[in-house]
């Protein structure tokens, strides 16, 4: 027991110090294999309707690709509205530091004057960061029109060789394992479809209740709000704070008067709170049960090894290894670690918590609210 838990904790650090300096490698692979499963069903229906297989390939790439460029059109065009209303935003900021620093004025008796002489001191410091930020920005775009380029490449050769790597996987087990194998592999699949389809619908929704409440109440670039806390909420918990702060930047600098950043925060808590509580547990349901702490630990971690793109995939990649640990019998108990199943005692006090027999296990999944299948149902 000793040596098998050494091993898996070697194992584990091996993985890990391989992601460190594979992650420029690994991020587009990984992207580009979720993204091959949510548009699989796609070319499936191509392939059964008796169409080449290279011609259906590249129907689905085109479709994949014409709904990238539509969003990012539809970003272009609304940033380029906003540049466009620069002199404004100027005008409205202007306002709004005079306000601040009045205020600063009368509850710290510090002067207009003073401020202004801390302003001046710390602007050449700005300047030298601003432009070391900058370089940093052009070296990351440039890396990410490389990730972007790669990433059709790859789900073109991930349809083209699917039987292949399928193969591969099944050489790896013994004949007696093949079933358990497919049915984990279908799970996966399931789990991914189920995920992803409901970020993208999540995307759809929130844009258009975001946006459409926020242009109902007069509040400028709405649209734009919309659609950034939508992709932004994609990260766990830190995108949606992030997003809060934008929304607040962009209706600070379009108006004169703070109600507005009042009406958006409002709008964004109401939306959040449906999409939470009401919405995205209907579309992705109780498919992905990953714990908090675990999702909060997997987005630092990917954003430090892959930035954003590492934000990003870092649910989707425990969701998978949640599936295999789930599935092999020595490696169970990490996906214990990673779920969001809690016993309704504690293993102190019942030591029936304690087992890893299939019905304790049952047992606590119904208790946290997860349907379970019955024993042999492999679909």
Known sequence: MTVRRSIEI????????????????????????????????????????????????VIVLLVLLAAMALLVWFISTNVSRLIADFPTIKSNLTVHLENLSSWINRKTNFSTERQLQLI????????????????????SLSGLFI????????IFLLLFYRNLLLRFIFLWYKESEHERVRETVQEMKGVIKSYLGGLLIQIAYITVLLGGVLMLFGIKHALLIGVLFAILNLIPYIGALIGNVIGVLLTLTSSESLSPILTVLIAIAAVQFLDNNILMPKIVGSKIRINALTSIVAVIAGGTLAGIAGMFLSLPVIAVLKVVFDRTDHLRQWGVLLGDERPPGSPFTWPRYRKASPAVQDEIKQASGVDVKKRGDSK
């Open 10 to 57: 070697l194992g584990l650090a091996v993985v890990f110090f391989f992601i460190v300096h594979a992650a420029n490698i690994l991020s587009p692979i990984l992207l580009s294999f979720f993204l091959t499963i949510l548009v699989y069903p796609l070319f499936k229906r191509l392939i059964s309707k008796k169409m080449p297989e290279m011609l259906a390939i």
């Open 120 to 139: 001046n001191q710390q602007s050449e410091q700005l300047v030298n960061f601003a432009s070391g930020y900058l370089g940093g920005i052009a070296s």
């Open 147 to 154: 990730f972007f380029g790669l990433v059709p490449i790859y």
